[in-house]
């Protein structure tokens, strides 16, 4: 449809307002909120990640048409809620106990919130318990945990023993990341996910969730 | 501030020049070539005609300093303006004339054919910091004596960018001139938007062979720019010095420019060069050589002294195949060849010394040309003062990968290389399959050659392109063209 196609491709030039704009005036002209959401906002998304991959586009470029994204879930997430549609998920994040580096953590957690999830920022130095207490809490869907030094990792695997202590293990998802960290680490710790950056962690998060749109 | 890298100081350069002016006048050049010794004769240069040997006058090389132009300007097939060769602008070009290419599937240096040419000349069209072509390398599959012409004929056929090229006997020049004729129109709109560059090389030492000069001069009476290819090989065919190497070359070199402007005072000319250190251990001529390089860079500043516009062989490298050697000579020479501001840069693809060119070379030199054009631009401060306020959006946002003026400097402040240069960290890397750089250029050729866009010459002029070229091909019993069968 054309309007959803100018939303797609107004979002793709991160052109926020327009886009928000665009957002309002489907929703007056009776176009279903999950459509404008998947034909519309996230049909652009995935072109933005297409082309970003192929190096086409860069990430301020995935920023901005992230940031038009956000204004338009303003106006669609009340009616989506209404509606009993699932928002895109909630995600903890943090840079584990003792290790205050969080540059990386910092890109992914921008990144997420780029691609639509919601992102609890634990920030750095954040103790086990605390990533467990705050996902309870808040009803997260995927706790992400990233370390810079080997002797801060053990803390991701904590981490995993406390939500399988808490019987939560495999309702919330664990991504972790960072320099030292590997796929085998993660398998071996049982965290259900690596990543080995920004981009990679947004396509694992989303992986977690059900596809939408084209 | 755009960096320059120099060698000599001024009077140096001064000193170098009056020896070279000196050899010319007092030792004076071997020319095999009557009609050049008759016309040097009759502008008051002492000839001998039976040994073929000249002494230059004072004069007559001051009168070609004069006349000739400080800029050469190149338009590519389709008229538009790509080059302008002056002051310290700065173009690649791929190394010349190889006689055999790396096979990218075996690995194996092999000759090449008119299928590699082609392929060849469909890469360069999407290579952005590779502002030429040249007449790479030579199809093996047609007869030796239109080697030459085949060349520049299959170039201007799938490659709009310009040609730097050269005959290799004093026939194939029409041919070659006819070609440009059928994509310019007419021998005035040649004048007017030059298509190629002719190579002609002197004999070191001191010594014009009857094809080069008689190229040199039928090149000056179409007003086609010529570079000129001195190759004095330190220590064997030159003095073992830096400094002699230089004065032969500079002696070599202000000699073509004298027939050029004799010929045709104003056409278009190139101080160029091919100069290299000899080893003396393996008798090899090595590009990569530092010494080399350092010639290439200090002959350039003469051609800068004299107001010409310069071409250097120096990015490039000796390597047998695209290892560690291959790119730090290349890097090295490139980022020597722009910071000295040589103009017309030759070298991307060449390996094994200038006889091999290499595809894959070709993609990995594009990066490094990208690099050293980035580096020549310098560091300017665009919208950095006052520093405060970026600093506080900084501080206030946490990030500035949307600011406003990342959004607008990004592109332009850096250079991102294509998909050859691996920027990812070691799991992406590895996730991405381990790729090794040979890998990765290979695909990216793949990718480039399927992006391949046709050049938009008129049916009439494709047509009237391979008339000539079935004509001359026919002279030496070739009915058919290999491209034909691609």
Redesign the interface.
């Given at each position: 449809m054309e309007l959803l196609n100018q939303i797609s491709e107004n979002l793709q030039n991160g052109f926020d307002e327009k886009v928000a704009a665009l957002t309002k005036e489907a929703v007056e002209k009776q176009i279903q909120p999950e459509e404008i959401l998947n034909n519309g906002l996230v049909a652009g998304m995935n072109i933005i990640g297409r082309k970003f991959k192929n190096?086409e586009i860069?990430?301020?470029d995935v920023?901005?048409a992230a940031?038009a994204m956000n204004c338009a879930m303003e106006v669609l997430k009340p009616l989506l809620i209404k509606e009993g549609i699932p928002i895109r998920g909630k995600v903890v994040i943090g840079s584990v106990k003792d290790d205050l580096h969080d540059i990386g953590k910092?890109l992914v957690a921008?990144l997420l919130e780029g691609a639509g999830f919601e992102i609890i920022d634990l920030g750095n130095d954040v103790p086990a318990d605390k990533f467990i207490r705050v996902a309870r809490e808040e009803n997260a869907d995927v706790i992400g945990m990233s370390a810079l030094l080997t002797t801060t990792m053990p803390v991701m695997k904590k981490v995993v023993d406390l939500v399988k202590d808490e019987g939560l293990y495999g309702k919330i998802k664990i991504i972790v990341g960072g320099?030292p960290v590997?796929?085998e680490y993660a398998l071996e710790i049982g965290a259900d996910a690596?990543s080995?950056?920004g981009a990679?962690a947004v396509e694992t998060v989303e992986s977690f969730f059900p596809k939408r749109g084209s | 501030m755009r960096p320059v890298f120099r060698l000599l100081s001024n009077e140096l350069i001064e000193r170098i020049i009056s020896e070279a002016r000196d050899i010319l006048c007092n030792l004076g050049m071997e020319i095999h070539n009557n009609g050049v010794l008759s016309m040097l004769s009759d502008h008051g240069a002492k000839v001998d005609m039976g040994t073929k040997h000249v002494l230059f006058t004072a004069d007559m090389i001051d009168k070609a300093l004069e006349t000739a132009p400080e800029s050469v300007k190149l338009y590519d097939v389709m008229g538009r303006k790509t080059h302008d060769l002056t002051d310290h602008n700065v173009y690649f070009t791929p190394g010349s004339a190889a006689i055999n290419i790396l096979d990218p599937e075996s690995g194996e240096i092999r000759k090449p054919t008119t299928a590699d040419y082609v392929e060849y000349a469909k890469l360069i069209s999407r290579l952005d910091n590779i502002a030429s072509q040249s007449t790479a390398f030579i199809p093996s599959d047609v007869h030796e004596k239109i080697s030459d012409s085949y060349r520049l004929f299959l170039s201007l056929l799938y490659c709009e960018k310009p040609v730097v090229t050269g005959a290799f006997t004093i026939d194939a020049f029409n041919v070659m001139k006819d070609l440009q004729l059928a994509v310019r129109g007419s021998i005035d709109a040649l004048r007017e938007k030059p298509l190629t560059i002719f190579s002609c090389c002197p004999t070191a030492p001191l010594k014009w062979s009857d094809v080069t000069s008689q190229n040199l001069v039928d090149c000056a009476k179409h007003f086609i720019p010529v570079e000129y290819i001195s190759m004095p090989l330190s220590g064997f065919m030159a003095p073992v010095t830096l400094v002699g190497s230089i004065v032969q070359h500079t002696a070599e070199t202000l000699s073509g420019v004298v027939l050029s402007q004799l010929t045709q005072p104003g056409t278009p000319i190139i101080y160029g060069g091919s100069p290299a250190a000899f080893d003396v251990r393996y008798e090899t001529t090595p590009m990569g050589a530092v010494e080399t390089q350092m010639l290439d860079c200090a002959n350039n500043e003469i051609g800068k002294y004299l107001n010409l516009p310069t071409q250097a062989y120096i990015a490039l490298s000796d390597a047998k195949k695209l290892d560690a050697q291959a790119g730090l000579e290349t890097s090295m020479g490139a980022t020597l060849a722009a910071l000295a501001g040589i103009n017309n840069i030759s070298g991307p693809g060449m390996l094994d010394f200038e006889s091999c060119q290499s595809l894959e070379k070709l993609v990995v030199d594009n990066e490094i040309c990208g690099m050293t054009l980035r580096l020549v631009r310098g560091i300017e401060p665009k919208e950095d003062f006052p520093a405060r306020p970026i600093f506080e959006e900084l501080l206030r946002d946490k990030h500035l990968l949307i600011a406003n003026h990342t959004r607008k400097y990004l592109r332009d402040e850096h250079y991102f290389p294509g998909a050859v240069i691996d920027r990812a960290n070691s799991s992406r890397w590895k996730e991405e399959g381990s790729l090794t750089i040979g890998d990765r250029a290979k695909s990216e050729i793949e990718r480039l050659l399927e992006n391949y866009e046709p050049t938009g010459l008129s049916d009439d002029v494709l047509v009237e392109m391979t008339q000539l070229m079935k004509a001359e091909a026919a002279k030496f019993g070739m009915n058919s063209l290999p491209h034909e069968n691609l």
């Open positions: 190096h860069f990430l301020p920023l901005l940031r910092n921008i320099a590997s796929k690596y080995f950056d990679n | -």
